[in-house]
């Protein structure tokens, strides 16, 4: 069983299942439907399936999941994003989504770990661009509080760990700038090549500071950035590169840094999914906290 087999059905156990089945099926009624052709499942499926392919003569995605809020969540965030450098959307409808296909379509992962420093510029820069698109006046975006309000429950987390992420969290949310429309989930495997510029993909829609933006890069591209050797100066320059092109504070990344590790260590374990990644990174960011006082 692959990957993303095992996320849904951990996910969704006999409804997953039931998806998976009768998911070729879809596939087909919605090619007729839209009139779809070429279609072919990309490389890195893990929780939805995303099959590229054309609409008339225009590359498309096609993306399909049973997290049907997530999708709405995520096809207003794309419109909120709309000419800030995000794939432009083209149909959602009950766990479909269908968009713009960026091309070539490279990867920004594609420059782990050879090219990390140029990578870092492309990331901020994508980041200006997207922190430029207003709050809508009526939305439905939770805030990074909201979120963060998981690491307040009952948890297979050692004490001191969350301790401390509870801590950091209340100081970062009371000394808090300016919110903004953030992408949430900002990493390698979001941003590709279209043309001579970047796109951003699955913006997940959340309100919150800048700072909050860069963690998701600084931690990926993941499994790869756990195999690396220098890990420790490899996460201590992307710190300091964010922080002056954004104009944002070190160790307010670096704390964001270690909160976000442990929420998304948190949310491996709601979902039964592998945790060890966070956990590993949450050690990693622990250690690094004391020397950036």
């Known amino acids: 069983m692959n990957t993303f087999h095992s996320n849904i059905i951990s996910i969704y156990g006999e409804k997953g299942r039931q998806w ?16 779809l052709s070429n279609l072919k499942a990309v490389n890195n499926l893990s929780y939805n399936y995303v099959v590229s392919g054309l609409q008339g003569p225009q590359p498309i995605i096609l993306k399909l999941g049973l997290d049907i809020d997530g999708f709405k969540r ?26 713009e ?6 990867f920004l992962k594609s420059y782990f770990p050879d090219n990390d420093d ?7 820069n994508v980041i ?20 963060l309000e998981a690491l307040d429950g009952d948890l297979e987390i050692p004490v001191h760990t969350l301790q401390k992420a509870r801590e950091i969290r209340d100081k970062l949310l009371k000394t808090t700038g300016p919110d903004v429309l953030l992408h949430g989930d900002l990493h390698h495997d979001n941003i590709l090549q279209n043309g001579e ?36 100066n490899i996460i201590l320059n ?14 307010r990344i670096l704390d964001w840094c270690f909160v976000q590790a442990v929420l998304a260590w948190i949310w491996a374990l709601e979902d039964d999914c592998d945790a060890s990644y966070f956990q590993q990174l949450t050690k990693i960011f622990d250690v690094l906290l004391p020397f950036n006082d």
Not at 227 to 232: F, L, R
């Open 20 to 35: 998976l089945g009768h998911l070729p099926n879809r596939v087909a009624q919605l090619a007729n439907t839209y009139g």
């Open 74 to 99: 995520e096809a207003a965030a794309l419109m909120a994003f709309s000419g800030f450098g995000v794939v432009e959307i083209l149909s959602e409808n009950n766990g479909l989504l269908l968009v």
């Open 101 to 106: 296909c960026a091309v070539p379509g490279i």
């Open 118 to 124: 140029q990578a870092i510029n492309i990331t901020a």
């Open 128 to 147: 200006k661009r997207l922190h430029k698109a207003p709050i809508p006046s009526t939305h439905a975006f939770p805030h990074i509080k909201d979120w």
């Open 197 to 232: 510029d970047w796109l951003v993909i699955d913006p997940k829609g959340v309100i919150g500071e800048p700072a909050y933006e860069v963690a998701a890069f600084i931690r990926n591209p993941m499994p790869e950035l756990l195999h690396h050797s220098d890990i420790p």
């Open 238 to 251: 992307r710190i300091t590169r964010f922080a002056e092109a954004l104009e944002l504070s070190e160790r």
